[in-house]
C-alpha cells in the first residue's frame, strides 16, 4: 500500500503562485509514476503534470506548459507542484496520485487540496 498526503493549497489571486506537497509512505519503492490531477466543479478530472519517479522525465499537459513545475524529491517521497502565473481556470481540487507501471491507470490517491484563483 502507498498513502499520499497533499498540502499547499489555498486561496490566490490571479498572477500569484502557490507550491503543492504530497508525501508519499508506505511502499514507495513500488512507484514508477506520479500525477497531479484536479477536477473543477462540474468538470471531469484532468491529468495536469506527470513524472517518472526514478528519471524523472515530466509531461503537462498544454494548459499549463510554463507555468507549472512538477518536480519530486527522491530521499524526502515528496512529490511537488509549482504553480506560477494562476488564472481563475486553475480553481479546483488537486489531487496527486501514484502508479505502479507507467502506461496503466493510477492506483492511489491522495484526499486533495482546494486551489482557489481570484481575479
Known amino acids: 500500500q502507498v498513502q499520499l498526503v497533499e498540502s499547499g493549497g489555498g486561496l490566490v489571486q490571479a498572477g500569484g503562485s502557490l507550491r503543492l506537497s504530497c508525501a508519499a509512505s508506505?511502499?514507495?519503492?513500488?512507484?514508477?509514476?506520479l500525477g497531479w490531477f484536479r477536477q473543477a466543479p462540474g468538470k471531469e478530472r484532468e491529468l495536469v503534470a506527470s513524472i517518472r519517479w526514478r528519471d524523472g522525465m515530466k509531461d503537462y499537459v498544454e494548459s499549463v506548459k510554463g507555468r507549472f513545475t512538477i518536480s519530486r524529491d527522491n530521499a524526502q517521497n515528496t512529490l511537488y507542484l509549482q504553480m506560477n502565473s494562476l488564472k481563475p481556470e486553475d480553481t479546483a481540487v488537486y489531487y496527486c496520485a501514484a502508479s505502479l507501471t507507467y502506461a496503466g491507470g493510477y492506483d492511489y490517491w491522495g484526499q486533495g487540496t482546494q486551489v482557489t484563483v481570484s481575479s
Open positions: 508506505g511502499r514507495t519503492g513500488r512507484i514508477l509514476m
